[in-house]
Nanobody, 124 residues
Framework: QLQLVESGGGLVQPGGSLRLSCAAS????????IGWFRQAPGKEREGVSC????????DYADSVKGRFTISRDNAKNTVYLQMNNLKPEDTAVYYC?????????????????WGQGTQVTVSS
């Protein structure tokens, strides 16, 4: 059974850092693009950062460029999101998603397989 599990969320002060992990089980990530998405209360789910199956292509939301870095370790079947210089507006539930058939790398509606999410709260 295909499963994605996020971890690494928590409470952090503004300017702090977190590293999120997305571990896959039941399938190999080798042929899947992975996306990180987030949803804040009262807002729609939005794309944060996505990476192609071999890691050659990445995409970032303008709001996180220069602060977040996506990477993948296919040997560990895990994708990471390093988040630096966090801001209160980064507060949200963060989800990872996977799909092997995408027309667009970082479109929410194109991803079929989702994790349960991990809460990130940036507050002093």
């Amino acid at each position: 059974q295909l499963q994605l599990v996020e971890s690494g969320g928590g409470l952090v002060q503004p300017g702090g850092s977190l590293r999120l992990s997305c571990a896959a089980s039941g399938f190999s990530l080798d042929y899947f693009a992975i996306g990180w998405f987030r949803q804040a209360p009262g807002k729609e789910r939005e794309g944060v950062s996505c990476i192609s199956s071999r890691g050659r292509t990445t995409d970032y939301a303008d709001s996180v460029k220069g602060r977040f870095t996506i990477s993948r370790d296919n040997a560990k079947n895990t994708v990471y999101l390093q988040m630096n210089n966090l801001k209160p507006e980064d507060t949200a539930v963060y989800y990872c998603a996977a799909d092997a058939r995408l027309s667009r790398l970082c479109a929410v509606s194109d991803y079929r397989y989702w994790g349960q999410g991990t809460q990130v709260t940036v507050s002093s």
